[in-house]
């Protein structure tokens, strides 16, 4: 029987997607791999006031969300990972025991953050994005739905 290993989590992004070698690169059987870290806000309650926590967290991105999500994954963009976590482990230089724990992204959402231009206010606020239809955009509305006239009474089952 397998355990349950699934996370989800929402962050930012602490870096841009490219800036260091190792971010991007491609496995030897050809298939894309991308490192990113994302940092998780958290408010606790200490005493009377509120207080922000940060985590932070190495997401593996493999395949074609990797090649396709490239160009997109920019410092402070907002993302969902769902995915699992993998534990690597390894000896150092002196034998001793080392871990570390990754997320393996299986899906990953871009979420609001900075707009197309990845223009920053003064504030710190990204700029949302807005949507405007067309002008010459004709809508048809729906057909009624069929009166008590139109559907017989006697129902056969």
């Not at 894309?32 to 994302?38: K, L």
């Not at 200490?46 to 410092?75: C, H, M, R």
């Not at 729906?142 to 009474?153: C, T």
Request: hydrophobic share 30%; glycine share 8%; charged share 25%.
């Amino acid at each position: 029987m397998t355990d349950l290993n699934h996370v989800v989590l929402i962050g930012r992004l602490t870096r841009d997607l490219g800036s260091d070698e190792r971010d991007f690169g491609y496995l030897p059987n050809g298939q894309a791999r991308a490192n990113v870290s994302i940092a998780v806000n958290r408010s606790k309650k200490q005493g009377d006031e509120w207080i922000d926590e940060v985590s932070y967290f190495e997401v593996a991105i493999f395949g074609k969300t990797a090649e396709n999500l490239k160009p997109y994954l920019l410092k402070g963009k907002q993302i969902c990972v769902d995915g699992h976590l993998k534990q690597d482990r390894w000896k150092d230089q002196q034998g001793n025991n080392r871990s570390k724990i990754s997320i393996v992204a299986e899906n990953v959402q871009l979420l609001g953050g900075k707009s197309e231009d990845t223009t920053q206010n003064a504030g710190g606020n990204y700029q949302q994005q807005s949507f405007t239809p067309k002008a010459n955009t004709q809508y048809q509305t729906p057909p009624a739905p069929p009166s008590d006239d139109e559907f017989p009474e006697d129902i056969p089952f």
